[in-house]
């Protein structure tokens, strides 16, 4: 008898899957748009020149000794300045439990491990579509799940009405994941009033938003802009959950540092949390990494390499945006008689683009470009080089 005989390989990532068969192609016009990471102009990977001014400053000085097991203080620090604002009240109150934690899928399952064991009857409600990783991390905390409604394939914007509806007909005191901006997969995020009338609903209801802010900056160019979402629910004194991450907005993908923080009711609360939180930690991975969590103390906590870092996140962001011009306006030109209007009014990393998994399948089988195929365009895999080949694959595909 085997032990493993009954284990059947899982399903393929579905993203994962698509880089696979990307690398696997001899094609030299393939294209990679289906991987949530950065990309310059020729399609290569990026390091900030902030990041290496603080491995500069790191090389020589680092010991390898174990963070504390709510990981660096500093960067603890600097994280919530940066999502919660330079001088919030909430932070010298000491209101927020936070703790470091291994980059935002990291800081999503220590929250849903945390409610799973202190508020074990209640139930998160995601939104549809969301990043895949969602439902999975919820799931393995055995957190049971419910859906809002987000998305309008037809307009290729927000379902507001229905996600209002959705809110309003959960069980008062439900718990949502909100993402803070740059929505992924669709890139649609609600107006700055559409927020407000959210975040006025929610108290009507007693619901608890989780933000997942993955993009901080990396939407607008702007992480004060991005944050804005956030800063409505504080002004309406509501507690909040936030997971941060440093992979996109500084470029630390494999680093793995992020925060995740719950806001209190009061300091005493707070301590109480985090003691739980780095409870819970504990026996996971007992403490988290260093190099990435100095890199970030490094650079926020020093006013110049912050704003050099300031400068590069709109740098990247600027890309993106200009990407989505040139996108749409190719497409135009084409004289493609769908509207590509939504390809500009989406933000951040991600285009929803409204194509069929079999539109998706003719680009990948006769323009070697690849992609998930619920139709989903990294921006960040275009480049000035590819959108005139891109575009012209779409028009073919889509006329
Ligand atoms: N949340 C969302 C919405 C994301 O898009 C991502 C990255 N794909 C993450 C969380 C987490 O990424 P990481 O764990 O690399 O910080």
Same mark, same amino acid.
């Given at each position: 008898?085997?032990? &493993? ?25 393939k ?34 000794? #174990? ?29 927020i ?36 990783n969602?439902? @999975? ?13 987000? #998305? ?10 229905? %996600? ?28 700055e ?6 975040? #006025?609903?929610?108290k ?5 938003? &989780? ?15 991005? +944050?804005? +979402? ?11 959950g936030? +997971? ?14 992020g ?15 985090k ?8 026996p ?17 906590g ?20 200009g ?25 951040? %990393? ?21 992609m ?19 575009? @012209? ?7």
């Amino acid at each position: 008898a085997s032990w &493993f005989g009954h284990v059947e390989p899982a399903a393929k990532d579905p993203i994962l899957g698509v880089t696979e068969a990307f690398l696997a192609d001899p094609s030299p016009d393939k294209v990679n748009v289906g991987v949530g990471a950065y990309r310059d102009d020729n399609g290569k990977p990026v390091v900030l020149e902030c990041v290496r001014e603080a491995e500069r400053r790191i090389a020589g000085n680092l010991n390898m000794e #174990y963070l504390p097991m709510g990981g660096s203080i500093k960067m603890i620090e600097e994280s919530l300045k940066l999502a919660y604002g330079e001088d919030s009240d909430l932070i010298k109150e000491k209101r927020i439990a936070a703790v470091q934690a291994l980059s935002g899928t990291g800081a999503c399952r220590l929250f849903a491990d945390f409610q799973k064991r202190f508020l074990p009857d209640t139930q998160i409600y995601i939104p549809i579509p969301t990043w895949a990783n969602h439902h @999975n991390i919820w799931r393995d905390a055995c957190v049971p799940q419910r859906t809002f409604r987000y #998305y309008h394939p037809e307009t290729r914007g927000l379902d507001f009405a229905s %996600m209002m509806d959705d809110i309003k007909n959960a069980p008062n005191g439900s718990f949502f994941l909100l993402h803070a901006c740059a929505h992924n997969p669709t890139g649609v995020d609600p107006s700055e009033e559409q927020w407000r009338e959210i975040s #006025y609903q929610f108290k009507v209801k007693n619901h608890f938003p &989780f933000f997942d802010m993955a993009y901080q900056g990396f939407a607008s160019g702007d992480p004060n802009r991005d +944050a804005k +979402a956030i800063q409505i629910f504080l002004e309406d004194g509501h507690l909040i959950g936030c +997971a941060q991450s440093y992979a996109k907005n500084m470029g630390l993908y494999g680093q793995r540092v992020g925060c995740l923080s719950i806001l209190c009711e009061d300091e005493l609360q707070a301590v109480a949390v985090k003691s739980q939180l780095q409870q819970l930690a504990r026996p996971m991975y007992s403490n988290p990494p260093i190099h990435g969590a100095l890199v970030v103390s490094i650079i926020l906590g020093d006013p110049e390499l912050k704003s050099l870092w300031l400068k590069e996140v709109k740098g990247m962001a600027d890309r993106i945006i200009g990407m989505r011009k040139a996108l749409r306006e190719k497409l135009e030109k084409l004289g493609s008689p769908l509207s590509w209007e939504h390809i500009t009014n989406q933000i951040g %990393m991600f285009c929803y683009s409204g194509m069929t998994p079999e539109q998706v399948d003719r680009l990948t089988d006769e323009f070697h470009i690849y992609m998930t195929r619920n139709g989903r365009i990294s921006m960040a895999g275009v480049t000035t080089g590819n959108v005139g080949y891109l575009a @012209n694959a779409i028009h073919e595909v889509t006329k």
